[in-house]
């Protein structure tokens, strides 16, 4: 009987003072952001510069079931140079109630409008291709469903030019790193 007190008493101790804990099951955001892009692309056809350190808005609209995540997403970097992405991958949070870590990587499509990764130039034709992106984020819950919080998100991309696809051997292939301020508005079961 003395045996079990200790570990009794321990597992009481943790038991009672636990705070409670928050993973949702099933969540849906909304997320608006601001920040810098310093895109880079290689064509051997390209005609534009890169649009390096460009300062954007961008909305993300997701859903994410357990680590399985899904989001549309749109940056807009003004005169027209925009960027779309359709993202499905995995994320992971981790932290406490009031402030987390959240990591997220996934593959989908993307469109390009007014060479705002690749050729800022007027007249740039839309493109479309396909991106692999990662990211991490520092997020601190400010009121009940609203996190506030700071994002790093890289991504490769390639995508087609005038002539071939997205494949072909005159697609440009590029990569983008988004750093950002993003204000996260969050529902979850």
């Known amino acids: 009987m003395k045996r079990l ?6 597992f009481a101790l943790i038991v009672l003072g636990a705070g409670a804990a928050r993973a949702d099951i099933i969540a849906a955001y909304l997320q608006g952001e ?5 895109a880079s ?3 051997g056809n390209r005609t534009g510069s890169p649009s390096s350190g460009n300062a954007g808005l961008g909305l993300q609209l997701g859903a ?7 989001y549309v997403d749109y ?10 992405r359709g993202i499905v991958g995995l994320r992971g949070g981790f932290g406490t109630s009031g402030l987390r870590l959240v990591l997220r990587g996934g593959l989908g499509g993307l469109a390009e409008h007014g060479g705002a990764l690749t050729a800022r130039m007027p007249g740039v034709p839309d493109r479309h291709g396909f991106v692999a992106r990662a990211g991490a984020a520092l997020e601190a819950k400010v009121a009940t469903a609203l996190w506030a919080g700071i994002g790093l998100d890289s991504e490769a991309f390639t995508i087609s030019t005038s002539t071939g696809g997205a494949l072909g051997s005159n697609a440009v292939h590029g990569t983008d790193l988004f750093a950002t301020f993003r204000l996260l508005f969050e529902l979850g079961i």
């Open 41 to 43: 692309a290689d064509s």
């Open 34 to 38: 601001g920040g810098l892009s310093s």
């Open 64 to 70: 994410r079931i357990l680590i399985f995540e899904g």
């Open 5 to 10: 007190v200790g570990p009794l008493v321990a």
């Open 75 to 84: 940056d807009n970097f003004g005169d027209g140079a925009a960027v779309s």
